[in-house]
């Protein structure tokens, strides 16, 4: 069964930092591209970020260019997404999603003074 | 980026009943392979996002077949065959043919 299990999330002040984790099971994880999507507190779905199943090839959307960095380790079975000078406006669940169709239960990061 | 817009906002529904969901694309979401990468998504409640159809109208696996999409091009849409008490929450297409990846507004269903 394949299990996708976000962390890493919390409260951080505005310009802060955080590091999110996704926690691959139930599948070759290596062999997979992966993308974070956010969700804000009672809004739709925005995509934030790609990497490929190398890590060769990496987009990001241009809300989060620059102060995002999207990793994995693929011996680990991880994804990272590292979150740097954030916005009251990344308040959101975080989720990491397969290309299978498999997302996590989502973290979610609050951005508040 | 794509603009991806759905409609309606809100569906009222009635169980046993047929409903229909339109998801309609800025530019045209053929890719260079042939392919149409337009997902549909269901978010109920509480929950994550799950997704229900891949490729316009491919089903994925566990959905009930009560779940069919169509379209091509620009023009999109998932229709319930008969609406049960578990399809209420929130539905949103995705288009992944450009980047970046966008998603519909959402349409929220109701009994």
């Known amino acids: 069964e394949v299990q996708l299990v976000e962390s890493g999330g919390g409260l951080v002040q505005p310009g802060g930092s955080l590091r999110l984790s996704c926690a691959a099971s139930?599948?070759?994880?290596?062999?997979?591209?992966m993308n974070w999507v956010r969700q804000a507190p009672g809004k739709g779905l925005e995509w934030v970020s790609y990497?490929?199943?190398?890590?060769?090839?990496?987009y990001y959307a241009d809300s989060v260019k620059g102060r995002f960095t999207i990793s994995r380790d693929n011996a680990k079975n991880s994804l990272y997404l590292q979150m740097n000078s954030l916005r009251t406006e990344d308040t959101a669940v975080y989720y990491c999603?397969?290309?299978?169709?498999?997302w996590g239960q989502g973290t979610l990061v609050t951005v508040s003074s | 980026d794509v603009v991806m817009t759905q409609s309606p906002l809100s569906l009222p529904v009635t169980l046993g009943q047929p409903a229909s969901i339109s998801c309609r694309s800025s530019?045209?979401?053929?890719?260079?392979?042939?392919?149409?990468?337009l997902s549909w998504f269901q978010q109920r409640p509480g929950q994550s996002p799950r997704r229900l159809i891949y490729?316009?109208?491919h089903r994925d696996s566990g959905v009930p077949d009560r779940f069919s999409g169509s379209g091509s091009g620009t023009d999109f849409t998932l229709e319930i065959s008969r609406v049960e008490a578990e399809d209420v929450g929130v539905y949103y297409c995705?288009?992944?043919?450009?980047?970046?990846?966008?998603f519909g507004g959402g349409t929220k269903v109701e009994i």
């Open positions: 139930g599948f070759t994880f290596s062999s997979y591209e």
């Open positions: 999603a397969s290309p299978g169709g498999n």
């Open positions: 995705m288009q992944g043919t450009h980047w970046p990846l966008t």
């Open positions: 530019q045209s979401l053929v890719y260079s392979d042939g392919n149409t990468y």
């Open positions: 990497i490929s199943s190398s890590g060769s090839t990496i």
């Open positions: 490729k316009v109208s």
